[in-house]
Every structure is written in C-alpha cells, then in structure tokens.
C-alpha cells in the first residue's frame, strides 16, 4: 500500500459523507415469485396484500444505471453512496435488519438510504474502507423494515483473493434446520438478473479469476442472506421474524454445494443460523429474533 493509497483512505474516512436520497415506488408480486422459482418453493406472494417474507424487499426499488456508466467490474464508476476510492474492490460484509411490520405488495414504499459511517481497517489483504448504509422503508410515513448493510471497498494489491473458509473444528453435526443449494452458474446468473447486479464476479468466471483472482464464481451476498432466512421461513413459518443480523466470514464459489443450517434457542424466541460448504467452518453466520 503506497502512501497516496493510504492518504487516498484517510481522507475518504475524514470527509465523504454523502447526503441522503429518497426513491419511492409500488411493490408488486412478479420479483417474489421469480424468487420463489429461483428457491424452487411454492410461490411466497401471488396477490395485492401478501406480505413479503423478511428481506425481500431488497427485490424492489432496484438502482438500474446506464449501460455507459458501468465500470470494468460491472458496477457504476460513480454513484451517491460509492465512496471515490479508485479501482476499488466492493463486498458485501454483513448487515443487520429491523421487521417492524411486513411490506405487502401493493403497497407503495419510500426508501430513505444514508451513509451512517466510514471508516478504515487494516486487513489481512491491507487498508481496507468500511461502508455502513442505512436504508429505511416506510409506508405511509411508517417505517416498516429498518436494514444497515456493512459494505466493504479495497483497492487491488496483485495477490489472489483466494480467502475460503477453513476448515471445520465440529465436524458440523447435522441441525434441526438444514437444505442445500447448488449455486450453478444459472442460478448465479438468474439471482444477479433478478437483482439488476451486474459486478462480473459472479457470473463471467474468466473475470473472477484472472483479475480479481477467485478462484471461481462467487455466491453473492445478498443470496446468501435470503437462503438464511429461508429456514424459519420453512421451519418455524408461524413465528414472526423480528430482526436478523448476519456477517460474511469467508466466500463461497460455484460450483460447490453449501448448507444453510439453523438451530432455535431452547425458549424459541430466536435461532443461530449459518452457512458452509462440506468440511468447512461456516461462511456465514447470522442470528434471527421472532415476536
């Protein structure tokens, strides 16, 4: 890391702090059910007054930005919230959410989205910049699901992104919430058209390799988070999700088969949910609170 790098962080940490934004739009059901599909589940909405289970609103209010404006990686070279660190590197870190009350389709949303913090850490692979995203969605003045998101930038220092998760102490034992999903190249491509994400890690896999250096596609963020929330989704469908925070610890890639696996607390008022491939401690691991 040269010392204009390290100045180039410092000053970013200092003193960008971009202005909030509104976006406002109507839910509808189309986004769910592809979804659902995608899940290879009965249809989770279908009608005006479904509720969306617990994250999916992230399929609605999509940024769509021009063709022109996309960068080498497939994400936009200039936006409100993209902080102006050059040939920067994004990741999805983590988040933590807040269900106040459901989202219903019909219904008509305002997202108020606000950096809340920037600062910078040193990492295993050097300076990295730690974005916090505040995005909160009301109805009628009321907000309804509250989310920070945990975006990580860093600039590219020629060595492989090679990070996977170690291996596993436990010899993960089987827990009373479990499925797998295979994360082929066509659900990968189907979850980044389905999204409107267009970063090329995870689906040109040249470019994953050869100049981010994974050593294959990578499993988004985001599906990893949905696949989560999955399990009391299918386990526990008559408790009322009330929070979920959940942190990535380590990629996963095409087109190795992962487990989502949760365990309930013992008074069932909230359950420890992980992600992994076989072998491995987890990717990612998360924990969810019902009403």
Do not use: C
Not at 281 to 287: E, F, L, M, N, R
Request: aromatic residues 8%; negative net charge; proline residues 10%.
């Amino acid at each position: 890391m040269t010392a204009g790098a390290a100045e180039a962080f410092a000053a970013i940490e200092a003193g960008w702090r971009p202005g909030p934004v509104e976006t406002t739009g109507s839910v509808d059901a189309a986004p769910g059910l592809a979804l659902s599909g995608l899940f290879d589940v009965e249809p989770a909405v279908r009608d005006e007054g479904d509720p969306l289970p617990p994250l999916w609103h992230w399929l609605h209010l999509l940024d769509r930005p021009a063709q022109a404006g996309l960068g080498e990686d497939g994400h936009p070279r200039d936006g409100l919230f993209l902080p102006p660190l050059p040939r920067r590197r994004r990741m999805f870190g983590g988040g933590r959410v807040a269900f106040h009350a459901p989202i219903l389709v019909g219904d008509r949303v305002t997202r108020r989205s606000e950096v809340v913090s920037v600062r910078v850490r040193e990492g295993g692979s050097g300076l990295l910049l730690l974005v916090t995203v505040r995005h909160t969605w009301t109805v009628d003045g009321q907000p309804r699901t509250v989310e920070e998101q945990d975006i990580v930038y860093k600039q590219p220092d020629g060595r492989p992104a090679t990070r996977t998760a170690r291996p596993s102490e436990d010899g993960h034992p089987p827990e009373p919430w479990e499925f797998t999903l295979r994360p082929d190249e066509t659900l990968l491509f189907r979850f980044s058209a389905l999204t409107y994400n267009a970063h090329r890690i995870h689906y040109d896999r040249a470019y994953a390799r050869d100049t981010e250096g994974y050593p294959d596609l990578v499993v988004h963020g985001p599906l990893l988070a949905l696949a989560l929330l999955e399990l009391p989704r299918r386990y526990a469908p008559d408790r009322r999700v009330t929070s979920f925070a959940f942190r990535s610890r380590a990629p996963l890639f095409a087109p190795e088969p992962f487990t989502v696996a949760g365990t309930p607390a013992a008074d069932g008022a909230s359950a420890a949910l992980s992600a992994r491939t076989a072998g491995a401690a987890p990717a990612v691991t998360a924990t969810v609170t019902f009403a």
